[in-house]
């Protein structure tokens, strides 16, 4: 059964430093590899600089197939 709009966002909403990026080409990934600075206050929104690490195989032309190629597979 392919996930709802809803069970990709939500999945994507609860990975901490996830990020879905898009390449300005109408190509997106979700990556976790990457770094960013640390703010010393982290109870409040701050301005950040990131930078995500994406090989080519895991770029896709829609979200919604980047979000599933992220999530892990059923028995992992």
Known sequence: MEPSDTDLLNWLEK????????????????????????????SIPNDIQTTFFIEAKDWYPTIREAIKAAMPKKGE
């Open 15 to 42: 990975q901490p430093g996830y990020g879905l990026i898009n390449d300005d080409f109408g190509h997106w990934a979700v990556s976790g590899d990457g770094m960013q600075n640390v703010p010393k206050d982290v």
